[in-house]
């Protein structure tokens, strides 16, 4: 074997792979809101509510649990449906990038086999995308809960760095979860058969505070429960657990790594598997 082919078979797995990829897919901000933003109108075009069917969809959840599920709890109906209307809606981002993340690749594979561009656009494209159904989700969620007497407490601007180390996280998980997706396809049917699961396991529905025993533990050992909770009690004028913070910035680090070591060992056979 030559000196060039052992060089550039580093260079083709060197851990800050995925930086660079991520550093020139952002030069190309322009095409990647419009790839997502063109996707948005395509998926609900000719319909007449068009983008609101996403907050649509949203209100009609909210308004049902709240309705079926606050006599099984003893809060009152005004925090209940607060804590589901705002849980959930972090829930549908969080796992929205997990099962998105699956397909990022493989939905974009005839651009990644006839054209050159860093693949971090798809990523970027697929993010952008969640953060515009996640907008109007929060705000059709800020507009019950205004309704209902909400708020904003000084605690509220602790959201915003968990919602930083969200956004953050979604283009690890996406970067991730589409290399091993598109090189392992059971990975897509496993991903959604485990989503189904977690809303139940996840204090979406159901308060994690009055909840002692196993069920409290099985709360606390889901990593999603930590992550909602430190976008969730900042907006409800309460302070999450140190603990939480702890899980989320500790697994946040995990995934990065686990993304970097992928991309290089994965990126440059993606081609082949899409």
């Known amino acids: 074997m030559s000196v060039t082919t052992v060089n550039s078979s580093a260079a083709a797995t060197r851990p800050t792979l995925i930086f660079e990829d991520l550093a020139a897919g952002m030069r190309m901000s322009q095409v990647w809101r419009a790839f997502a933003w063109d996707e948005m109108q395509n ?29 099984f709890s003893s809060a009152t109906t005004s925090f209940f449906i607060t804590y589901v209307a705002l849980g959930y809606a972090t829930f549908q981002f969080l796992m929205g990038n997990v099962t998105d993340g699956c397909q990022v690749f493989t939905s974009s594979a005839s651009w990644i086999k006839s054209a050159a561009l860093p693949y971090s656009i798809y990523v970027y494209k697929s993010v952008f995308r969640s953060l515009l159904t996640f907008g109007l989700q929060f705000a059709m969620a800020l507009a019950i809960i205004l309704y209902l007497g909400w708020r904003p407490t000084w605690h509220a601007v602790l959201a915003i760095p968990a919602l930083g180390l969200f956004i953050l996280d979604a283009v690890a998980i996406q970067y991730l979860f589409g290399l091993v997706a598109a090189r392992f396809r059971d990975v897509i049917h496993l991903v959604g058969a485990i989503t189904r699961l977690l809303i139940f396991v996840t204090p979406i529905i159901w308060v994690r ?3 002692g025993g196993m069920r409290g533990l099985i709360a606390d050992v889901n990593p999603l429960t930590h992550f909602v909770e430190i976008f969730r009690h900042p907006l409800m004028g309460a302070e999450p657990r140190q603990l939480s913070w702890a899980v989320a910035l500790a697994l946040s680090a995990v995934i990065w790594l686990v993304a970097a070591a992928a991309a290089a060992r994965m990126k440059r056979r993606l081609p082949f598997w899409v």
């Open 43 to 71: 998926r609900y075009r000719r319909s007449v509510l068009g983008l609101l069917w996403i907050a649509a969809a949203y209100f009609i959840f909210v308004v049902g649990v709240g309705f079926f599920f606050t006599g």
């Open 209 to 211: 505070e009055e909840q």
